[in-house]
């Protein structure tokens, strides 16, 4: 099993950066592809950005391509989410998650992640 852990999360004016971490353990994500999604009161869980297992491919949704940036060090296994220039319509909890699939393709699929972290909240005041 596969534990993961979000954090980072919290209060910002708008135009302002945070930095999202995901830890993992039980299991090494050196072979796994690992996203953030995000959900926002009323809305369906949405994709944010994806990282493939050796870091070289991202993928991002178009609403945040330009403003956020996916990274990982494998080494740590973690992965995280910087996040610049953030507006209001941001707000939501994001989640990591990991496609166990080792050495898939990439996917802003989330019935294709079988781990999930607990979601951190982050809020952008105008």
């Known amino acids: 099993q596969m534990q993961l852990v979000e954090s980072g999360g919290g209060l910002v004016q708008a135009g302002g950066s945070l930095r999202l971490s995901c830890a993992a353990s039980?299991?090494?994500?050196?072979?796994?592809?690992m996203g953030w999604f995000r959900q926002a009161p009323g809305k369906e869980r949405e994709f944010v950005a994806t990282?493939?297992?050796?870091?070289?491919?991202?993928y991002y949704a178009d609403s945040v391509k330009g403003r956020f940036t996916i990274s990982r060090d494998t080494a740590k296994n973690t992965v995280f989410l910087q996040m610049n220039s953030l507006k209001p319509e941001d707000t939501a909890v994001y989640y990591c998650?990991?496609?166990?699939?080792?050495?898939?393709?990439?996917?802003?699929?989330?019935?294709?992640?079988?781990?999930w972290g607990q979601g951190t909240q982050v809020t952008v005041s105008s």
């Open positions: 990282v493939s297992w050796n870091g070289r491919r991202t």
């Open positions: 039980g299991r090494t994500t050196s072979s796994y592809n």
């Open positions: 998650a990991a496609d166990p699939k080792e050495y898939a393709v990439l996917s802003v699929d989330p019935l294709k992640y079988d781990y």
